[in-house]
């Protein structure tokens, strides 16, 4: 595996202090929320126990982000994970929500790829600025997920006229939320 690919190796002192290994350095959660929004994964481990705490501190920053109002999780979401961890569809559910984040990226990945080839807009001026704001837009407002994953393959790719309905929906649907983000 490459450099590159390793997972960030993040290490917990007894003093609850996290240390990235790469750097030398002591970091925050928001320092890990960042690795991990470009698109590094991190694993964090416990100096003296060796317990991985990965997914304790990820859920810590999750947290964190809906208390300060930084909501991405409806509370009928929230409420069925909870439900799900007293019930016998719990073992179902880390399956389904990994499947659908994957839809998802694929879903956008496409809709991206289909604004580049579908789109006459593409050949006006400047329209490649706002490409490159849309996607931002995009990343911002799903906090990078997905930006680690490959995207579609030419497999994948949305058959002539397919789709295109949902794309269009999806696009008047990002307007809507830009032009309230104006006022």
Known sequence: MAESEKPLLIKRYASRRLYNTE?????TLEDIS?????GREVQIIDL??????????LLQIVAEHESKG???LPINVLTDLVRSYTSQAGTMVPQF???????FQKSQSKWVENMNTMNPMAKMPGFE????QQE????AMTGGVGSAWSGPTEDDSPKEGEDLDAIKKQLAELQSKLSKLDK
């Open 34 to 38: 960042g690795f991990i929004r470009d």
């Open 23 to 27: 750097t030398s350095d002591y970091v």
């Open 97 to 103: 929500l990994a499947a659908s984040f994957e839809a």
């Open 70 to 72: 930084e909501s991405v």
């Open 129 to 132: 600025a706002m490409q490159a």
């Open 48 to 57: 003296k126990s060796g317990d991985d705490l990965t997914r304790q501190y």
């Open 136 to 139: 931002a837009f995009l990343k």
